[in-house]
C-alpha cells in the first residue's frame, strides 16, 4: 500500500509542479530552421532550467559592464553593444548536463571584442560572468581570447525571448550547459583562478568541457 | 515462507524502492527548484544527478532479476 502510493506521489509530480517546457509562443513560426545545410532545433526545445526562472529585463534601463582587472571599466547599454561592435553568425550545439542537446544559430557579438575596449590587465587569468537573477559562471580568459566566444542576442534569427536570457546569452562551445549564462549583465576580469561559479559551487565541474564528466574538479 | 517466495519478495520491494528512488531523482534534476525545498534541502540537483547515474546498473539488474527470477529459480529446481 506505501508503495502504491509512493508510485502515485512520484508519478503525479509533473502534474502539480509544471512540466517545465517554456513557452515560446508563436515564435517558432518565425524562426529559421535550417542554415547552410544544418538542420536546426527549435527555441522551444529547450527546457527551462534556470536558477529563479525567467527574467523581464527592461532594455531601457540595460547596461552591460566590464568590470574587475581592465584598464577602464565599460558600461553599455543594449543598443551600444549591437551597435558598436561587428556582429558574428555561429551554429553550435548546447548539450545540458540533463541529457537534452539543441543546436541553434547563434548571432553575437565577441566576448574578446568587448574585452579588448576595456583592457584586460595582464594578472587577469578568468572571467566571471554575472546574470540578473544572481547566476555566476566563470571560463579562462585564454578560453575566451582563443575561440571567438559570442555573447548571443538573436537565436535562429530571432531576438532572444526573456526565456532565454535576454539581451545576452553566452554562446560558450564546447562547453557544458551551465557554462551558458543567460541573462548577462556583467563581465568581470579577475586573477581568482579557483572561482567556481553558482553550479560549480554544488559539485559540477569548473572546466565543463564537453569531452569530460560534468562531475568534480 | 519458502526461500522462493522470499527471494522474490525482496527483488519487489528493492525494485518497487529503485523505481521510486530513480523517478524522484529524475525530478531532483529536471525539476530542482521544487525537489530541493520539499526535501529541505537534502536532494540537491547533484546529488539527484549522482544518484540518477549510478542507480542506472542497479535498475537494469533488478528489472531483469523481477523478470527472470521466478522462472530461472522453476528451471534450477526441475533440474536437481
Partial sequence: MLAVLCLVFVGTLPLWVGTGWCDTGGLAA??????????????????????????????????????????????????E??????HYKKVVTLDCVEGWSVTILWDGVLVRDLLAEAGPLENAKVVIFHAYDGYTTSLPIDYI??????????MNDVVLPPERGFPFQLVAESKWGYKWIKWITEIELSADAGYRGYWESRGYSNSADLDEGFFGD | MSRQQLARRIIHWLLTVAVIVYLLTGFG???????????????????????????????IILVVLHIWLLPLLRRFKLKH
Avoid: C
Avoid at chain 1, 51 to 77: C, F, M, W
Avoid at chain 1, 81 to 86: A, G, P
Avoid at chain 2, 30 to 51: D, S, W
Fill in chain 2, 29 to 59: 534534476i529536471t525539476q530542482y527548484r521544487i525537489v530541493e525545498p520539499l526535501t529541505f534541502g537534502l536532494l540537491t540537483k547533484n546529488l539527484a544527478h549522482r544518484i540518477h547515474i549510478n542507480l542506472e546498473i542497479p535498475f
Fill in chain 1, 145 to 154: 581570447m582563443d575561440n571567438d566566444i559570442l555573447i548571443a542576442y538573436k
Fill in chain 1, 30 to 79: 518565425v524562426e529559421v530552421r535550417e542554415y547552410e545545410g544544418v538542420d536546426l532545433s527549435s527555441i522551444s526545445a529547450f527546457r527551462e532550467n534556470s536558477i529563479r526562472g525567467p527574467q523581464e529585463i527592461d532594455v531601457g534601463s540595460y547596461r552591460l559592464r566590464t568590470t574587475g582587472l581592465v584598464a577602464s571599466s565599460t558600461s553599455y547599454t543594449y543598443d
Fill in chain 1, 81 to 86: 553593444v549591437l551597435n558598436r561592435y561587428q
